[in-house]
C-alpha cells in the first residue's frame, strides 16, 4: 500500500515538474531603469537623506503613442437591461461627427454582443438620420425592450455630442424603420431635444 502511493505520488510529482517546463517567462515589457542614490551624512546626529527614484521609460521603437480623445456614448450593460454611460477614445486629432459617434455606439454594443450594422449617417436640417440593415440589431434578432435601448443609446449618443442636432431619426436599408416591434415613417423623428 505504501509502496503504491509513493509511486502514485512519485508520479504526480514528476508530472507536476515537467509541465512547468518549457515556458518561457520573457516578456514584452519596456525596458525601465532606476537609479536611486543614497546619500549618507555622519554629524553628531546621524541623518540619512535618500533622493527621489528617478524612473526612465524607454519604448520599444516601434511603439508610438497615439494621442485620443474622449468620447462620452451610452451603450447597453452587461444584462441587456438599461442604458449606460462609457467613454470611447477616439484618435485625438479625429473631428467628432455623427458618423464618428455612430461608429463607437455601434462598437460598444458589439462589446456585449449586440452586433449592428449601420447602412449609413445623414445629417440635414438639424436631423441625423441612421440607416440599420435589416437583417441585424435593432431590426431583426432581438425583442421589443432591447430594439428600443438600441435607438436610445444610438439617438442620446448623438443629441448629446452634437450640438446643432435637435433630432434623431430611423431607417432601415433607406427606407421607413419598421420592424416587428415599432414602425417610423421617413423623417419621423424618434428622439429629440
Known sequence: ???RFGIIFGSILVLCMLMGCGKSAKSELPNVTATPEL???VTP???ITEPPLSVELTL???VVPVASAELPIYTLNGDLTELTTITALVEGETVITEQVIVE???EALADNAVYVVVNGVTYENELITVDFDAS???VSQVGASIEGLILDAFGQ???DNIAECTGVCFTVEG???SSGHLSLGIGDVYMSR
Open 175 to 177: 427606407n421607413a424603420y
Open 39 to 41: 546619500i549618507i551624512t
Open 157 to 159: 449618443s448623438l443629441l
Open 104 to 106: 463607437a455606439v455601434a
Open 60 to 62: 520599444p521603437p516601434d
Open 45 to 47: 546626529e546621524l541623518v
Open 136 to 138: 441585424t440589431p435593432p
Open 1 to 3: 500500500m505504501r509502496r
